[in-house]
């Protein structure tokens, strides 16, 4: 298996340019969750679905901040209009209910 | 609220000793931890992780121990190695949190030759 899939790998946009982010996670897997990796406050989970449906965003910072999971292979996590502070590494992980969830390689965003 | 703590941002030890790496929580209800290794330019990957109905769980150099009395959980690393240099994290399932997972901030292990 291919393991999860993100793309773009690195992004560098100007501020108050829209970003996204794309996520395809193991074949099979029923739920799947968007980090934030940063120094300030690690790794944080911003929101994550199970059998496509989103069910719990507490942790998206903003309203600037929204994901998608159209079907059971495909996400997104778009930023709009992107910030200096919203720099960071983003993962996408998936899991077949369980408790271990699988990593995808990251997308390291700069907006400058 | 930082519900899983890591206290310790780096860690070095020798090739060959022991590496401990610490990990404390204040949710009781967590009922599952488990430890996630990652190297620089990639995703973190799962490790070990042990129920919270048991007190250790064995694999290989890697040994996971849990105090619930305490609410404190510990990698051991025996021995340490070179390419066990990387950041760990800590992380703890609740089911009456939606079954997702809390992680910890991460401790930067480096194992000098």
């Known amino acids: 298996d291919a393991g999860v899939i993100q793309s773009p790998r690195h992004e560098v946009t100007e501020m108050g340019q829209e970003v996204t982010l794309r996520c395809k996670p193991i074949s099979g897997h029923n739920s799947l969750f968007w980090y934030r990796q940063t120094m300030m406050r690690g790794l944080e989970l911003l929101i994550y679905f199970n059998n496509n449906v989103p069910i719990d965003d507490s942790g998206m910072p903003e309203d600037r901040f929204s994901a998608k999971m159209p079907n059971a292979s495909f996400s997104t996590l778009k930023i709009q209009p992107s910030e200096p502070r919203d720099s960071a590494v983003y993962f996408c992980?998936?899991?077949?209910?369980?408790?271990?969830?699988?990593f995808g390689p990251g997308t390291r965003l700069t907006v400058t | 609220d930082q519900q899983v703590k890591q206290n310790s941002p780096s860690l070095s030890v020798q090739e060959g000793r022991i590496s401990i790496l610490n990990c404390d929580y204040t949710n009781s209800m967590f009922d599952y931890f488990l430890w996630y290794k990652k190297y620089p330019a990639e995703g973190p990957t799962f490790l070990i992780s042990i129920s919270s109905i048991k007190d250790k769980n064995e694999d290989g150099r890697f040994t996971v121990f849990l105090n619930k009395s305490a609410k404190h959980l510990s990698l051991h690393i025996v021995p340490s190695q070179p390419g066990d240099s990387a950041v760990y994290f800590c992380a703890a399932h609740s089911y009456n949190q939606g079954g997702k997972l809390i992680f910890g901030q991460g401790t930067e292990l480096s194992v000098k030759p």
């Open positions: 992980a998936s899991s077949l209910q369980g408790y271990e969830q699988y």
